[in-house]
C-alpha cells in the first residue's frame, strides 16, 4: 500500500558502499599526493634550469674546492644551534599549555623539518611536529598546531624587524632605486601583515569562546560532519593560543624568533665567507628575505627556489660575480639542509615514530588526540 522510499534498496548494500567509498578516498588522496609530488618536481627542475643558464661550471668547481673547511663547519654548528632556539621559543610558547620537555621540543623540531625538506606533497611536518609532542606531553594535539601557527606569524615579524633595520643602517650607493624601493615594499607589507595577523590571534587568545563561533559562520556552507569537526578543532586550537595574551612569554618568542633568524644570517654569512665572498653581516638580512620566498616554492628540500632567490639577491642587490653567487647559493643550500635532514633521520626512531606513521599524520591532518 505504501511505497518504499526510492533509495531503501541502497541501505540493503551498506558493506559494498563503503568499501566502494573508501577506495575512492585512498584513490582520491594519492592522486592528490602524486600530483604535488608532480607539480613539485617539476618547479625544481624548471628553477633549477633558470638558476643553470649561462654558467661557468669551471668556476663554480674552482670557487667549491676552495672553501674554507673551518669556516663551513662554523656555518654548520650555526645552523644545527638554529633548531635548538627554535625548540627553546617552542617551549615558551607551550608554556600556557603545561611544561614541555625541552629535549622533546628539540627532537620532535629537527625531525619536523626534516619531514618537511623530504616529503615533497606538503609541509607534513608542519603537522607531524605537534603531534608528535602532544602524544609525548598529553598535550591536545590542535592546541599545539597552534603555536606551530604563532612560530610561522612570528617568523614573519623577525624577518621583517630585521629588515627594516637593514634598510635603516644600510649605507648601498651601488644598490640600484628599484631594488631597494622593492625591498622598503616588501618590509612594510610583511610587517603590516604581522601585526594585523598578532592582532587576530590576541582577540582569539583573550576571547578563546569567539573562535568556534566565527568558524561555525564561515563554513556554515560545509556538511553537518565537516562543520562540526572544524569548529570542535578551532576550540582547542584557540587555547594554544594562550601564550599570544601572556605578555612576558609572548616578549620572550619575539626575542627568540628575533635570535632564530639572526643565527640563520649568521650560518648563511659564514657559509659565503668560506667561498671568499665577503660582505657585512647585516647585509645578510635581504638575502634572507629573498631566500623566504624562496623556500616558499613547494619543491622537494626546496630546491631551485632556494637556489634561484639566493643568487638573485646576491647579485642583484651587491652585483656579487655570478658564478661566485651561484657558488654561494649550492653551498649555503647544503649547509641550512642536509645537516638537519640527517640529524632528523637519526632522531626517527628514538621520537617513537616511523615514515609510515609520518604519512597517516600528513592524510588526517592534526586532530585532537592525545595519544
Given amino acids: 500500500m505504501f511505497s518504499k522510499a526510492p533509495d531503501e534498496r541502497v541501505e540493503r548494500r551498506p558493506f559494498g558502499h563503503r568499501r ?20 613539485g618536481t617539476l618547479l625544481a627542475v624548471a628553477l633549477l634550469a633558470l638558476f643553470f643558464r649561462g654558467t661557468d661550471f669551471r668556476s663554480i668547481g674552482a670557487s667549491l674546492a676552495a672553501a674554507r673547511p673551518e669556516l663551513l663547519a662554523l656555518a654548520i654548528l650555526t645552523m644545527l644551534m638554529t633548531y635548538a632556539i627554535r625548540a627553546f621559543r617552542w ?7 603545561g611544561n614541555a620537555s625541552l629535549w622533546n621540543c628539540f627532537v620532535t623540531t629537527v625531525v619536523g623539518f626534516m619531514l618537511n625538506f623530504l616529503v615533497p606533497s606538503g609541509r607534513v611536518g608542519e603537522v607531524a611536529r605537534p603531534y608528535l609532542l602532544a602524544r609525548k606531553e598529553g598535550f591536545l594535539a590542535s592546541s599545539a598546531f597552534a603555536t606551530i601557527f604563532v612560530e610561522r606569524i612570528l617568523d614573519l615579524v623577525a624577518v621583517a624587524v630585521l629588515l627594516g633595520l637593514w634598510l635603516m643602517m644600510a649605507s648601498r650607493p651601488d644598490m640600484s632605486a628599484e631594488a631597494l624601493t622593492g625591498l622598503k615594499i616588501g618590509g612594510w607589507l610583511g610587517m603590516i601583515a604581522a601585526v594585523a595577523a598578532i592582532g587576530v590571534l590576541w582577540i582569539f587568545a583573550r576571547h578563546p569562546q569567539t573562535a568556534p563561533l566565527v568558524t561555525a559562520r564561515v563554513v556554515f556552507f560545509l556538511p553537518r560532519r565537516w562543520r562540526e569537526k572544524l569548529v570542535s578543532f578551532s576550540e582547542t586550537f584557540a587555547r594554544g593560543l594562550a601564550v599570544v595574551a601572556h605578555g612576558r612569554a609572548f616578549l620572550a618568542a619575539i626575542g627568540l624568533s628575533i635570535a632564530v633568524w639572526l643565527s640563520i644570517a649568521l650560518g648563511f654569512w659564514l657559509g659565503a665567507r668560506s667561498l671568499g665572498v665577503s660582505f657585512p653581516y647585516q647585509d645578510t638580512f635581504p638575502v634572507i628575505g629573498f631566500l623566504t620566498l624562496g623556500v616558499l616554492v613547494p619543491t622537494p628540500g626546496a630546491v631551485g627556489g632556494y637556489h634561484y632567490m639566493c643568487a638573485l639577491a646576491l647579485t642583484t642587490l651587491f652585483g656579487t660575480e655570478d658564478s661566485a653567487a651561484k657558488a654561494v647559493a649550492l653551498t649555503n643550500h647544503a649547509i641550512a639542509f642536509l645537516p638537519v635532514t640527517i640529524l632528523g633521520i637519526l632522531l626517527l626512531p628514538p621520537s617513537g615514530m616511523s615514515f609510515s606513521d609520518i604519512k597517516k599524520i600528513g592524510s588526517s591532518g592534526p586532530g585532537d588526540s592525545k595519544s
Fill in 91 to 97: 617551549r615558551v610558547l607551550l608554556s600556557p599549555l
Fill in 20 to 39: 566502494r567509498d573508501a577506495a575512492v578516498t585512498i584513490a582520491s588522496k594519492l592522486t592528490s599526493a602524486t600530483a604535488k609530488t608532480v607539480v
